[in-house]
């Protein structure tokens, strides 16, 4: 049975993960795994996000459950839990990189 769409979808957040991998890095949410490939990612097969997410889930000692959320980190599709998405709503600094390149080139100009 499918879940309700996830109440964040569509909304780019900063994961907050044990993995240091991913812990930091924009996350787009689309929508629970269920929602997304039609099952548990327990029962997702060959399915390439629900593999990642299993050596994931037992290297960092995830909660194994189905609160298993779907989205995009860097345009690739990613599978994280629940526990990994903070409750606090924090827009990712997008500008960041354009500032660190206008500061260093004010301190480099010669």
Not at 3 to 20: A, C, F, G, Q
Not at 29 to 56: F, V
Request: some cysteine; aromatic content about 6%.
């Amino acid at each position: 049975m499918l879940k309700p769409r996830h109440p964040r979808s569509r909304e780019t957040v900063i994961l907050e993960s044990v993995d240091p991998e991913l812990n930091g890095k924009e996350f787009l949410i689309e929508d629970y795994c269920e929602n997304l490939i039609g099952r548990s990612w327990q029962d997702a097969g060959t399915n390439p996000a629900a593999l990642k997410y299993a050596l994931r889930n037992v290297r960092h000692n995830l909660p194994v459950d189905d609160n298993v959320v779907g989205g995009q980190i860097n345009g690739r599709s990613n599978l994280v839990h629940e526990s990994e998405i903070p409750l606090e709503r924090k827009k990712p600094n997008r500008q960041g990189w354009v500032f660190a390149i206008i500061s260093w080139l004010k301190r480099n100009k010669g």
